[in-house]
């Protein structure tokens, strides 16, 4: 197995308080943020098909491409993303707002042919 070992920028984000709202809530939030997040990465001129994707049930973690900075992530993605939640909020019932959790970190990564990993550090 041949692997590659890269710095990259890791994003991992988080529903906050997921669990107990229900399937159909739970199906709902995870879209409301990953609709948000895709445009809020749009925005910030950040390619949602060259991150490498781990969808983690109730949020996900992405491995950006060698070229985004680790600045991106918190402007202008951070803010767009919070806007675009905060915009949702205000018209959504209690069970289907969502509040998230953005952690950042960066670090060698191996990649390879089965999946990544590595050691970020925040």
């Not at 959504?92 to 950042?104: G, M």
Request: aromatic share 4%; net charge neutral.
């Amino acid at each position: 197995m041949v692997s590659t070992l890269e710095y990259r920028a890791v994003l991992a984000i988080d529903i906050v308080r997921s669990a107990g709202r229900g399937d159909s809530a739970l199906l709902c939030i995870r879209e409301v943020l990953f609709t948000a997040l895709r445009k809020a990465m749009e925005r910030s001129e950040i390619d949602w098909a060259a991150c490498l994707h781990h969808d983690t049930g109730d949020g996900i973690r992405l491995i950006m491409p060698s070229e985004v900075r680790k600045d991106q992530l918190i402007h202008p993605l951070g803010y767009e993303l919070a806007a675009r939640l905060r915009a949702h909020n205000l018209k959504a019932a209690p069970p289907i707002q969502v509040q998230a959790r953005l952690a950042l970190h960066a670090g060698d990564i191996h990649l390879g042919p089965e999946g990544t990993r590595g050691w970020a550090s925040p």
